[in-house]
């Protein structure tokens, strides 16, 4: 029986637990080539506030004047991005720079939300429309621009690489929900791995996409997009099926989660073709979201029951990034 669920980098064959703000939760979502990790935790006042990890200490990163924040992409300046309760009690996406957390706007619709941000400071996500749809956004320079959908109502953007590319997932024309891949003013349909849907969640510099998509044998699995070409990654030795490709990285190495032969969800690296197994934090369960270029990973992890006395309790974290997954699993 699993415990809490609880943040943690894993580098050099190690999982580390990476603590919390106070409160009993943590979840690491994305990491820079420096080693520095962003995600969110509870404080000690039991609201969840987006938080930077840098050299062991875990920095409370505030909110744009509501309760809660989350981050979600970090770049190798140190700038942060992700989404901040207002003061007026809408969403809003947050650039945080120099040590102030900037609203981006909404582009006149109510919410907004960065899920990613390039080393030249662009920054994607998504945000409704002034017909309650979600579209894409690219916020390049001061200006917010949405880059529209792949024919249906909504889009939302997930990674964008240092050429300005950007990635994400679209409603059709035809009610399905494809992966996309944005660059030079358009908007391109990856399609599948043969089922209905796919959705992309990150791009490296050398154009490569990684996500998850439909099969045509029901399951849906992680896939590497490349030079016009959708591989199936398949899944952790044993598995019946169920992956997802979250993040890579410029050396191609992959991360993400996968169904195991026990029915366990285990976050894995995919590198040299190779699926490898990077276990937990002694419970069942864990997932990868974020890869740097030293292989350095950021996910979360449950502990085992009863938790050590030699581990920090932080809790579960309940991630944006899954129930974006559950968005394309039922859109």
Sequence with gaps: MAGSIDAFLYSGGIMTNLGTLGGPSSNATGINDAGQVVGYSDTAGGHAHAFLYSGGIITDLGTLGGPESNAYGINDAGQVVGYSDAAGGYT??????GGIM????????????????????????????????????????????????????????????????VVGYSVTADGNTHAFLYSGGIMTDLGTLGGSSSAAWSIND??????????????????????????????????????TAWSINDAGQVVGNSNTAGGDEHAFLYSGGIMTDLGTLGGSTSYAFGINDAGQVVGYSDLPTPEPASLVLLGAGAALLILMRKRLQHP
Excluded: C, E
Aim: no cysteine; glycine share 24%.
């Design 102 to 165: 900037a609203d981006l706007g909404t582009f006149g619709g109510l919410s907004s939300i960065a899920t990613g941000i390039n080393d030249a400071g662009q920054v994607v996500g998504y945000l409704t429309t002034a017909g309650y749809s979600w579209n894409a956004f690219l916020y390049s320079g001061g200006i917010m621009t949405n880059l529209g959908t792949l024919g249906g109502s909504n889009s939302i953007a997930t990674g964008i690489n240092d050429a300005g590319q």
């Design 92 to 97: 809003h996406a947050f650039l945080y720079s």
């Design 206 to 243: 050398a154009g490569q996409v990684v996500g998850s998509s439909g099969t045509a044998g029901g399951n849906g699995n992680a896939f590497l997009y490349s030079g016009g070409i959708m591989t199936d990654l398949g899944t952790l030795p044993g598995s019946n099926g169920g992956s």
